[in-house]
């Protein structure tokens, strides 16, 4: 359920707006004055701001200011002030919408629909989960190029990572040391195939709990490698 604050010193507009945005599902909180309104709004978590233009200590304009230098909440502005110079200078401030007096309150629910909408679409298009692959305790964060073994932090060079993440992601395939090579060095050492018997070693002492007994990088002698599942 998103969470609403309304800043508006007139107690018979904020309780309408209160009861309209109620009855849409939202959960709504209300504050009359403007100072203390602006220390709920930088110290609480909301999901949308409706801010009155004129209040009687502090206005609109300026804790529009003070919350879009700390957050991208949506920001509604109300006024009964009809200036396109308010609704530009509300604007320019970071203010998301500006609706002017006397109003509709199906229109505001709308425009509070909309504005939380499309805020959720930016948030869910800017974060992009991290590309995770776990297998048997062993978890490989291809994104932030990280592993860790029964929860321990492990470190890797650049080929050990991209070595293990390649079998890890073809588990119980069985590669020869051709094919990794191939996979993994591409044109950086031609002909030394042995390096992937090196590096697979030690993959084996950083994942294995005996390395004598490997639980997750198999040789299959006369082939090669495979990541058991």
């Not at 989960?129 to 990280?146: P, Q, S, V």
Request: charged share 35%; glycine share 6%; aromatic share 8%.
């Amino acid at each position: 359920m998103s969470k609403i604050l309304i800043v508006e010193d007139e107690v018979d507009i904020a309780d309408l707006e209160k009861d309209y945005l109620e009855l849409s599902g939202f959960e709504v909180e209300i504050e009359h004055n403007g100072q203390r309104g602006l220390a709920r709004a930088l110290s609480e978590d909301y999901d949308l701001f409706i801010l009155d233009l004129m209040l009687p200590d502090m206005d609109g304009f300026e804790i529009c200011k003070e919350i879009r230098e700390r957050k991208n909440t949506p920001i509604l502005m109300v006024s009964a002030k009809k200036d396109d110079i308010d609704k530009i200078r509300g604007l320019g401030l970071g203010a998301d919408d500006y609706i002017t007096k006397p109003f509709s309150p199906s229109e505001l629910v709308a425009r509070v629909k909309a504005h939380l909408a499309r805020y959720e679409r930016l948030i869910g298009s800017s974060v992009e989960e991290n590309e995770i692959i776990e297998i048997r305790g062993i978890k490989i964060d291809k994104t932030a190029r990280r592993v860790w073994v029964n929860g321990e932090e492990k470190q890797f060079t650049t080929k050990e990572f991209d070595l293990l993440t390649f079998l890890a992601e073809h588990p119980n395939h069985v590669f020869s040391k051709e094919e990794l090579f191939r996979e993994i060095w591409d044109m950086e050492s031609i002909g030394d195939i042995a390096t992937v018997t090196v590096h697979i070693k030690k993959i084996r002492e950083k994942v294995e709990l005996n390395t004598a007994k490997p639980q997750y990088i198999e040789t299959i002698w006369g082939v090669g490698y495979r990541f058991k599942l």
